[in-house]
């Protein structure tokens, strides 16, 4: 991943942080069985792996949550975009990171400020390349822990030649 990719990234992780924080964000229930007929004692079926997770548990009458994030392609820096799936253990581990390092204080006022509007990280035409925005370094910094903490997953499909 370039630098470019990490600041992009960790702009769009922290818009939907902004978003959680602002209760604007809309949780969904993931699937803890799959949808064939198959016993409760197996634990949490694992769509993507088609596997069952006998040690996770979990009764299907509280699922756990997770809401799906999209961050778009940029073909100027060869950035295909991505999609994660975010949980309320990957806002506290993150949240966490921030605190660690120093960064939550500037995070929060970004998040609190109504007039949020300019972004962290963008590509500029004028400069040819991903800039940050005018915001304070703690909040740059925040955005890159962000992004350390999602794993990078590329969709190269999305990328035309």
Known sequence: MTPQIHMLRGDWLLEALTAIHRNQARWEPLPTTPSFVTPQSKGRFHWDTQTWWTDAGEKSSN????????????????????????????????????????????????????????????YSDQHGRVVWGRHPKALREAALTASDHMPYTPHLKNLDP
């Open 63 to 122: 699922p756990p949550l997770a809401m799906h994030v999209y961050s778009p392609p940029e073909k100027r820096i060869d950035y295909p975009g991505e999609q994660w799936l975010l949980t309320p253990t990957w806002v506290r581990e993150v949240r966490n990171a921030l605190e660690v390092n120093g960064t939550h204080s500037a995070f929060v006022t970004y998040a609190e400020n109504e007039t949020t509007g300019s972004s962290i990280a963008y």
